[in-house]
Nanobody
Framework: QVQLVESGGGLVQAGGSLRLSCAAS????????MGWFRQAPGKEREFVAA??????YYGDSVKGRFTISRDNVKNTVTLQMNGLKPEDTAVYYC???????????????????WGQGTQVTVSP
């Protein structure tokens, strides 16, 4: 059984930093994609960042502020979030797919596995 478990969410003031981690178990995601999406109340799920085949991809709203990294040995993916803004407030979801390449990297429908989500709240 595949599981993705997120950790690291919380409350932070604007301008602050948080680090999210996602640990995968049940299968390896050395190939394919691992990444993050977020969903704010009343909004659609939004692509944040992903790494696939050694390449990193970011949503426009987080470029230059967030950094995604991956540890293939530990089967984990980490999202370092700096310069947080109130509009970054959302539930952040880890996602993974063992075969996904760059073409579908930003589409949530392309990912087979999801974590339960972790809340990130940024106060003004």
């Amino acid at each position: 059984q595949v599981q993705l478990v997120e950790s690291g969410g919380g409350l932070v003031q604007a301008g602050g930093s948080l680090r999210l981690s996602c640990a995968a178990s049940g299968r390896s995601f050395t190939t394919g994609a691992m990444g993050w999406f977020r969903q704010a109340p009343g909004k659609e799920r939004e692509f944040v960042a992903a790494v696939s085949w050694g390449n990193r991809y970011y949503g426009d709203s987080v470029k230059g502020r967030f950094t995604i990294s991956r540890d293939n040995v530990k089967n984990t993916v980490t999202l370092q979030m700096n310069g947080l803004k109130p509009e970054d407030t959302a539930v952040y979801y880890c996602a993974a797919d063992p075969f996904l390449g760059p073409a579908g990297i930003a589409r949530n429908s392309e990912y087979d596995y999801w974590g339960q989500g972790t809340q990130v709240t940024v106060s003004p």
